[in-house]
């Protein structure tokens, strides 16, 4: 029995791949910040006999108290994590704070990959074959990191928000291979492309009317876009860092992938965190 954690993973694709996996008999920890969808996913891992391999963490994974509650909460039930899946993501139309006074598209979309990834470390190097998979965008749509803004308390676009949150997660990849050259642990940007899932839902119209009419049409269903990431999981890549885009792998050059890029963001993120962690210790 493997043991899997699914951020977002009460709906769209985390759910698609948390049902998969207790199916066949492994264990999930799905986190999420919605109580209805997490009873409903229980009641459906009871449905399958699934529901002493079922675990529900509740938590709001935009707030830095949040992240670190998750950490807790998986040590707290399992002493090895086998695939640790990031599927957490919202789009937001318009700007809003978390309560960290963050921009929530980068606190949701990246810090939370960046805080929960480092700090279950420890539990992936324990498992025989473990593998970060982080759902993002490598090798999408274009977008850049808004350097001296990172928060878009100016100028802010939803689209420019969740693109620079694909890039950071690209760079986000790439320093994982630096800071962890000799980790058992493999790291797999995935990109699956236009899927059926829930993501229209905070658009406005009448976006979300084309966007979802679209999907009828263009959109992969969630069955079939899960099936190459539960492959990855089961059978990692030899490098330790790789990118796909609906199952081609992607070459990691170009300047999304920048070595000096990614250890600039990650010295920005930590400086960033170091504030909250002082407040929240007091």
Known sequence: MRTYVITGGTDGMGRGLGLHF????????????????????????????????????????SAVAGMRRTIDEVMGVTDAVDGLVFGA????????????????????AYLSRFVIGHGLMEHLERADAAVIMNIAGPG??????????LQFREGYKGMRAAMQASRCNDLLGVGFAARHPAARTRYVLYNPGFV??????????????????????????????????AGLLDDPPGPVVTAFKR????????????PAAAERLHQ???????????????
């Open 89 to 108: 993501q919202r789009f937001r139309p318009e700007r809003e704070e978390t309560e960290d006074g963050l921009e929530f598209t980068f606190a949701l």
């Open 140 to 149: 999408g749509m274009p977008g850049k990191i808004n350097w001296d803004d």
């Open 247 to 258: 199952g081609t792998p992607l070459s990691l050059t170009g300047k999304d992938f920048d």
């Open 22 to 61: 207790l199916r066949r008999g492994d264990r999930v920890i799905a986190v999420a910040s919605g109580e209805t969808k997490g009873r409903a996913f229980l009641a459906e891992a009871d449905r399958l006999g699934a529901a002493d391999r079922a675990v529900y963490v509740r938590a709001d994974l």
């Open 268 to 282: 920005v993120t930590t400086d960033l965190l170091a504030p909250i962690t002082a407040r929240d210790q007091t």
């Open 196 to 229: 059926a899932t829930a993501m229209a839902d905070p658009l406005p119209q009448p976006q979300r009317a084309v966007t979802k009419a679209l999907a009828r049409f263009f959109a992969t269903p969630v069955d079939k876009a899960i099936v190459p990431i």
